[in-house]
């Protein structure tokens, strides 16, 4: 479970504002806003990159103010997904299991499993330079996944994709979270991606959590006229037609 | 039609100034090397030339090995450490490369020859005062600047969110600097050493007022052109100023293949 307590933070001329919000273990929550409204910074103060300068985050009922990144057992698919350039598929995969005294035939083999999960098994060679996006994004989130988070964070996870790849990886996403049944906190500003993946929604807008429902609930009853606009830029229809 | 460079005036005039400019410098280099290569092969017999090349390469090695260690540390601070005043320490630490190399040659000789600071250095067996160790510390002195800007500039073109993404995965801070940050700051490391080893072998003004001009004893490649030069050995002080040419073309040239593309995304937090 992750809370958060009236957390303001300011960074630059960016500030988040009093965000109180609550997810529940085991759920898939999908933030949703437009671009430039926080929502990465969000999944920054979950992770730890930043303190809030005001307000609390718990995560398992446990301040994380005194837990440092490495010891929060959360799982982070940048929207760039951040591969390490230096170092080949493999290595990037293996990173979080070779840091502990696990032996390396079983990191072998973890890793070609979700390898093979994921269909890139044929990419453990190759550097993140030369993979494409979709490429990329599999890879980070094999990264991820191997750690067997508690959280996982994606950003935006699915958006450098075609809408059929999309579909696809979102299918697969939904599958590996109800085999891994980790807590998953989902940014986009994709309402259909929303639509198919989330039991819960929140809408943050300029820095502010707005609302937050049943992904049903919010597309039907936008709770203000500033909420109700964002979402009016797509029918409501199209969000539950796939 | 698109006009030609020669057909427009002001092109003509800028084109012409930048010719010259190059022209000018080549031939001063050039002359000095097609003087001076001819008998390069028997300057490298006198065992005088042959003392300050081994000398020379003894201090810039040792003093470049000292900038790398130190300068990694603060160029980290600087990049990515919140501490107060930092654009003081970021001028402070530029001072000595703004400082003619004498005047910072002069301050190191009150600080190590006038203070009981250097008195008791020197009672621990560290004299810097006229002493080889001297040139070494005069060599730090001028290039660590140097090499604490090309280290920042690197480790800021390192992502940082690499590393943050490493803690997530289990790094300490510790660990996520030496498996990401370090590694991908591999060329800047590279260049910096390289142009920091050049200008250490050429580094004259402050070692000469540290450690002086003594042959066979403080005597480097520049002070061996210069105390030829002062005792009118043109031929000698040519050799030992086109064994220096040759070392800033090599290391110009690696600093090119290396200082240009730092590896590493520029997305900063
Ligand atoms: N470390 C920082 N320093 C200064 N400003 C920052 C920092 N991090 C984020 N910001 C700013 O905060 C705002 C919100 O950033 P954030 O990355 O959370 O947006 P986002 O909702 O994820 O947008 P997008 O959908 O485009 O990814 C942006 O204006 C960004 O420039
Ligand atoms: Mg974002």
């Given at each position: 479970m992750i809370r958060f307590a009236d957390v303001s933070i300011k960074l630059g001329d960016f500030s988040l504002k009093n965000v109180n919000l609550e997810i529940k273990e085991g759920e898939f929550f999908t933030i949703l806003g437009?671009?430039?409204?926080?929502k990465t910074v969000i999944l920054e103060l979950i992770a730890g990159l930043y303190r809030p300068d005001a307000g609390k985050i718990f995560i398992n009922g446990a301040?994380?103010?005194?837990?440092p990144p490495e010891r929060r057992k959360i799982g982070f698919v940048y929207q760039?997904?951040?591969?390490?350039?230096?170092?080949n598929v493999y290595k990037n995969i293996a990173f979080g299991p070779q840091?502990?005294?696990?032996p390396s035939p079983i990191i072998k083999e973890r890793v070609k499993d979700l390898a093979d999960m994921l269909g890139?098994?044929?990419?453990?060679?190759?550097?993140?330079?030369?993979?494409?996006g979709g490429e990329q994004q599999r890879v980070s989130l094999a990264r991820a996944f191997i750690m067997k988070p508690r959280i996982l964070l994606l950003d935006e996870?699915?958006?450098?994709?075609d809408p059929n790849t999309k579909r696809m990886l979102c299918r697969e996403l939904k599958k590996m979270y109800l085999q891994y049944q980790c807590t998953v906190i989902h940014v986009t500003h994709d309402f259909s991606e929303a639509g198919m993946l989330a039991d819960r929604i929140g809408i943050i807008l300029e820095g502010r959590v707005r609302q937050v429902g049943g992904s049903r609930e919010v597309f039907e009853n936008p709770l203000d006229q500033k909420v109700a606009s964002f979402l009016g830029a797509?029918?409501?229809?199209t969000v539950f037609a796939g | 039609m698109k006009k030609n460079w020669w057909q427009d005036k002001f092109n003509l005039f800028m084109v012409a100034v930048a010719f010259f400019t190059f022209l000018f410098m080549t031939a001063a280099v050039g002359t000095l090397m097609i003087k001076g290569l001819p008998q390069i092969g028997k300057a490298l017999a006198a065992p005088e030339i042959q003392f300050a090349i081994r000398l020379s390469l003894y201090t810039s090695l040792i003093s470049t090995a000292f900038c790398i260690v130190i300068a990694i540390p603060v160029a980290y601070v600087l990049a990515r450490v919140d501490i107060p005043m930092k654009s003081l320490f970021n001028t402070l630490l530029d001072l000595p490369l703004a400082l003619p190399p004498v005047v910072s040659g002069l301050c190191l000789l009150i600080i190590f020859g006038t203070t009981a600071f250097g008195a008791w250095l020197e009672g621990i067996?560290?004299?810097?005062?006229?002493?080889v160790k001297g040139i070494i510390m005069a060599q730090i002195f001028v290039n660590i600047p140097f090499m604490i800007r090309v280290m920042k500039s690197t480790i800021l073109s390192v992502n940082p969110r690499l590393e943050f993404i490493a803690r997530t995965l289990g790094c300490t801070p510790a660990q996520a600097f030496w498996k990401i940050t370090l590694p991908l700051s591999k060329n800047g490391i590279i260049a910096g050493i390289v142009t920091t080893w050049a200008r250490a072998l050429g580094e004259f003004g402050a070692a000469l007022m540290?450690?002086?001009?003594?042959?066979?004893?403080?005597?480097t490649l520049p002070i061996s052109l210069f105390l030829n030069m002062s005792t009118g050995d043109l031929e000698g002080a040519m050799a030992a100023a086109n064994l220096l040419i040759i070392i800033s073309i090599i290391s110009l040239y690696i600093f090119n293949k290396f200082g240009g593309d730092f590896i590493g995304g520029t997305r900063g937090v």
């Open positions: 437009p671009t430039g409204t926080g301040d994380a103010e005194n837990i760039d997904y951040a591969l390490f350039p230096h170092l840091l502990g005294k696990i890139i098994a044929h990419l453990l060679e190759r550097f993140p330079g030369t993979l494409s996870p699915f958006g450098a994709l797509e029918p409501l229809k | 067996g560290l004299p810097f005062v006229f002493t540290l450690a002086g001009a003594t042959r066979f004893r403080t005597e």
